[in-house]
């Protein structure tokens, strides 16, 4: 009796580190990692003012654990302003949309001692955006010009991926990710709230 009340308390307490072991490759502490894709506008007023864009991003990460990965995501992606919504009378030059992040968070594992791994993603932190100068003129008019405006709001990005170990220390993935930039007003303007999800390719060489 001892002795299987002995291996059931082993059993219990090695059971969770087994489980929860991922395999050799994923154990490296330190991680730098590439990414590009498209983001896509959510909300009718942002979907009606700018176009689908492109986004590239470089991600510290740092491993905890196999099932815990703190990163760092810097980012940036850029939206082209819609011209046609000054129709075609008007000539309309500039006003895209940049952004730019710095957003701490961490990546959670899901057990797996594959190579095939998959992850939930949380961040929260920093989004500088800018819009363009923007130059509107028309025949016999000589046209307004409204300067290039940057200005820093907090959000978040919630998303899933997977990542594929092809080998000892390079690792490929994909994601999808929906981030949500909160509006800020200012003197009563009020601004877009930038909603997006979007797609994202890369490869993350271990240290």
């Not at 850029?78 to 952004?99: A, E, P």
């Not at 797996?112 to 989004?127: C, D, I, K, N, T």
């Not at 990542?163 to 390079?170: D, H, P, T, V």
């Amino acid at each position: 009796m001892k002795k299987a009340l002995s291996a059931a308390m082993i059993l219990s307490f090695l059971g969770p580190l087994v489980v929860f072991a991922g395999p050799e490759t994923s154990l490296e502490s330190f991680s730098l990692a590439v990414s590009g894709g498209a983001s896509y506008p959510l909300g009718s007023r942002f979907q009606d003012t700018y176009f689908s864009g492109l986004n590239g991003g470089l991600t510290i990460g740092y491993r905890f654990s196999p099932a815990i990965c703190a990163v760092l995501d810097i980012g940036y992606r850029r939206h082209g302003l819609d011209h046609g919504l000054f129709s075609s009378y008007y000539s309309v030059k500039g006003g895209d949309l940049g952004v730019f992040s710095i957003v701490p968070g961490a990546k959670i594992y899901i057990p797996s001692r594959e190579r095939f791994q998959v992850y939930l993603l949380a961040e929260a932190g920093l989004f500088l955006t800018t819009v363009g100068e923007l130059t509107v003129s028309a025949p016999g008019f000589q046209g307004v010009t409204r300067p290039k405006e940057t200005e820093s709001r907090f959000g978040y990005v919630l998303g899933a991926g997977v990542e594929y170990f092809a080998m000892k220390k390079i690792g490929l993935w994909g994601d999808f990710r929906f981030t949500d930039v909160f509006p800020k007003s200012k003197d009563g303007e009020e601004k877009i709230h930038l909603r997006d999800y979007s797609f994202r390719l890369g490869a993350r060489l271990l240290f």
